[in-house]
């Protein structure tokens, strides 16, 4: 998967309101991990099922130990978070994250910025 800093402008589109980037890791940039807010996971996994099918290919996760590990980490539970991305909105623009941000979180202690925890949480509350 294509690397892109935290709360760097999204390429893809010029859409209005700003599109920003969290979450699209891999196994060569560090990235800040912690102990996730309490009911962060819980709206990734209801974002995650609304997720739009961007079609930008499959991909597996570059932070497992090895890639059987990673094929393994494809779905979680029902959800399928190895394609498609989760947008959240607040604070004025929009966030742009693989689905796979669910895994990142549960599996490899990726802690995102402040600012996008926030509005994942108020965004499944107000749903
Ligand atoms: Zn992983």
């Given at each position: 998967?294509?690397?892109?800093?935290?709360?760097?402008?999204?390429?893809?589109?010029?859409?209005?309101?700003?599109?920003?980037?969290v979450g699209w890791l891999d196994e060569v940039h560090p990235?800040?991990?912690?102990?996730a807010p309490e009911g962060l996971?819980?709206?990734?996994?209801?974002?995650?099922r609304g997720a739009e099918n961007v079609l930008?290919?499959?991909?597996?996760?570059?932070?497992c130990p090895d890639f059987q590990t990673a094929r393994d980490s494809m779905y979680r539970g029902d959800l399928f978070i190895a394609s498609?991305?989760?947008?959240?909105?607040g604070n004025?623009?929009?966030?742009?994250?693989?689905?796979?941000?669910?895994?990142?979180?549960?599996a490899h202690a990726y802690m995102p910025p402040?600012?996008?925890?926030?509005?994942a949480m108020a965004a499944v509350m107000v749903d």
């Open positions: 998967m294509t690397y892109y800093a935290d709360l760097s402008p999204y390429e893809y589109t010029e859409s209005q309101p700003a599109m920003l980037n990235y800040v991990t912690g102990a996971l819980e709206a990734l996994v209801v974002l995650g930008r290919g499959m991909h597996f996760c570059e932070l498609g991305e989760i947008r959240v909105t004025g623009v929009v966030y742009a994250s693989p689905v796979m941000i669910v895994h990142y979180v549960e402040d600012e996008y925890c926030r509005a």
